[in-house]
């Protein structure tokens, strides 16, 4: 058995891997022993760039036969890759490059929780997180969490004016990007490598679109990982 090491997203607080829960079904099916990890658990007043974080996982990641990550989860992956060897990887709404567009989509979450306002935060990521076009229910208040809103705005923030370009041209393993066809955060455009545009998806194509995305991944595991 192969083992996967999955890299989560930006949380407010950990929810111990259900967020990619589709993806982690298939994966299993397919034979894949998976780990998932909370990208955040070690984030510290340290960590002031993407590569501070993605160092806090390096030995972590030299161990797995698939990488596996999602947006932020999926960033710190590529940040890796020059200490990796070929070692496949499946990326899922992960970016690689962030341009203005997407810096202010994502500052217009960070800002609010920054300021403790958590409700308006992840509404608003509600709102982009869903395929464009798509409305989402008003959000209901939440208390304030001092440490969720922490997450959100240092962890959305370390995104900004990355370009992991050169890290994934230089990869000498197989990589995969699954993104949204209709993603208003991470499109085509802020990922380099072989992408999978996944049909009507926002960024979360594994749960709009979970069978698409289910043969995306038993194509790429079948190819790469069949020993």
């Not at 083992?3 to 099916?29: H, K, M, N, S, Y």
């Not at 899922?92 to 300021?115: F, G, I």
């Not at 959305?156 to 993603?183: C, K, M, Q, W, Y």
């Amino acid at each position: 058995m192969t083992r996967a090491l999955v890299f989560a997203p930006v949380l407010p607080q950990w929810d111990e891997g259900r967020f990619f829960t589709p993806v982690i079904r298939q994966l299993t099916r397919l034979g894949q022993q998976v780990e998932v990890v909370d990208t955040l658990s070690r984030l510290d007043d340290s960590v002031t760039s993407l590569a501070d974080l993605a160092a806090r996982w390096e030995v972590e990641a030299k161990s797995a036969d698939l990488l596996v990550g999602n947006a932020l989860g999926g960033a710190v992956a590529q940040k890796l890759l020059p200490s990796l060897g070929p070692v496949p990887v499946l990326l899922v709404s992960a970016p690689t490059k962030a341009d203005q567009t997407l810096a202010s989509r994502l500052e217009s979450v960070a800002r609010p929780a920054a300021a403790g306002d958590l409700t308006t935060a992840l509404h608003r990521l509600a709102e982009l997180v869903a395929p464009e076009g798509v409305p989402v229910p008003d959000a209901s208040p939440m208390a304030a969490d001092p440490i969720a809103c922490r997450r959100v705005s240092h962890g959305l923030r370390l995104l900004f004016g990355i370009d992991l370009t050169a890290e994934v041209n230089a990869h000498t393993g197989p990589l995969l990007h699954l993104v949204g066809e209709r993603s208003q955060l991470v499109s085509e455009k802020h990922v380099a490598g072989s992408v999978a545009v996944v049909p009507g998806a926002g960024m979360r194509p594994h749960h709009d679109s979970p069978d698409f995305v289910a043969d995306q991944i038993t194509r790429f595991v079948k190819e790469n990982l069949t020993r």
